[in-house]
């Protein structure tokens, strides 16, 4: 399994990588100097940013170090670095947003001290988020639809001991949780301190474990999904039963809903920081490996390529294959209107699910960024009801599917240099 190797095998990874030509095309280099490079010189870690660049940035980055490149490597350390110096390091930390971008990097430290040198800076970083971490999984209250809970780590418990809640998707798995317990483990990896790593193995790893467990259902093709019918009764699926676009339609749930494709894509990306969890508790070690193969297998069944019928690569909007509706009459969306059948598809160009490194996934991507330059079709049903927030103008769609930037993350994650 080559997610295990990437923790376990870096050295031989790295040699992999460079002796298989896993380097830039010269038009890649220039979709690279003209999307990653200038936004490297933003300062991505304000409130309009932070949340777009952990998506659009995690591709590149495990490029730089994977395949030993050395500018695209320099470029990183700099926005680091920068990111360092603007004392920027606690803003908006326990939100999604925030935790998002931590997120973004923990993977910069745990791929650094694979593939290069940890800096006194970096040491720095490590041992802020370390303690944002602590901090936010045994201290911070928070609070949650039933009420305020003492930290992160009781309301996780609460979570997937809780059979029977008011509404079923007061169990939901907030992301914020999947991400901070992502950092943790890259943190693990990393090499933490010995207080942080006692702190992984007795309060972390034993109920990821159990939230693993508990809302990641096998199904019988093989695959996986995210526990079906908790978010039943959920506002953002209450349409989901549709599978037309129509006016004042009524509400139409689906008993057995599971998780939209958009939100899923962070799967493969936290699946590989979890390897983690099976250095501290060997007996799961089987068990991840198994969740491997089988999203590689769920991938498929969300995934529609190109063909002569359609010219359009798409996905599902739920995990499960399922194609309803989803956030109608949401907020950003208004009245009679939200995502249609497979207009969540635009979230699989970041390239976030060629972190399975699997030979298949991989040649999906390869077919896509032929379909470049995008068709007017492909345009509107990647951007669907586009979000009303501003954004910066590298990463705001549809220009960044236009400019380059997401070209060069589709043909990122068909190199797979992991």
């Known amino acids: 399994m080559r997610i295990r190797l990437l923790v376990l095998g870096c050295c031989l990874l790295l040699t992999d990588s460079i002796a298989s030509g896993c380097e830039l095309t010269p038009p890649e280099q220039r979709l690279w100097n003209r999307t990653v490079t200038p936004l490297l010189k933003s300062p991505l870690w304000q409130a309009r ?44 930390a326990a939100t999604l947003n925030g935790t998002q971008f931590t997120y973004f990097l923990s993977q910069y430290l745990k791929l650094k001290s694979m593939y290069s040198a940890i800096s006194s800076s970096d040491l720095k970083l490590k041992v802020s988020i370390e303690n944002q971490v602590m901090k936010q999984w045994l201290n911070d209250p928070v609070k949650w639809y039933d009420g305020q809970h003492a930290n992160r780590s009781e309301r996780l418990r609460w979570r997937i001991e809780t059979k029977d809640p008011k509404y079923d998707y007061y169990r939901l798995m907030p992301d914020e949780d999947m991400f901070l317990m992502a950092i943790a483990s890259d943190l693990y ?31 019988p093709a093989g695959g996986v999904i995210f526990k079906p019918g908790i978010l039943s009764d959920y506002p953002d699926t209450a349409w989901a039963g549709h599978l037309y676009k129509g006016t004042n339609i009524p509400k139409l749930p689906k008993p057995d809903v599971t998780i939209d494709s958009s939100h899923a894509h962070r799967y493969p990306l936290w699946l590989e920081s979890f390897q983690a969890m099976g250095q501290v508790l060997p007996d799961q070690q089987g068990y991840l490996t198994d969740l491997h193969d089988r999203l590689v297998r769920q991938f498929f069944v969300m995934f529609r390529p190109s063909t002569t019928d359609s010219s359009v690569t798409r996905m599902t909007n739920y995990m499960d294959g399922w194609n309803g509706l989803y956030r109608w009459n949401y907020a950003t969306t ?53 979000t009303t927030r501003e954004r910066h103008p590298l990463m705001s769609w549809p220009s960044a599917f236009t400019n380059g930037s997401m070209e060069l993350l589709v043909h990122l994650a068909a190199k797979d240099c992991g």
């Open 49 to 92: 940013d932070i949340y777009d660049a952990a998506h659009v940035l995690m591709q590149p980055l495990h490029f730089a170090f994977l395949s030993g490149d050395k500018k695209s490597q320099g470029e990183f350390n700099d926005f680091v670095e920068r990111y360092m110096q603007s004392g920027a390091s606690a803003e908006s």
């Open 189 to 219: 990896a990393t090499g933490a301190s010995a207080k942080f790593k006692t702190f992984y193995s007795r309060d972390v790893a034993p109920l990821l474990r159990d939230a693993l467990h508990e809302f990641l259902t096998q199904t």
């Open 334 to 386: 208004g009245q009679n209107a939200g995502y249609g059948p497979y207009e969540l598809s635009g979230t699989l160009l970041l390239g976030w699910w060629g972190f399975l490194h699997d030979k298949k996934v991989t040649q999906a991507y390869a077919h896509l960024k032929n379909d470049f330059p995008l068709s007017e079709q492909a345009l509107n049903l990647y951007v669907g009801p586009n």
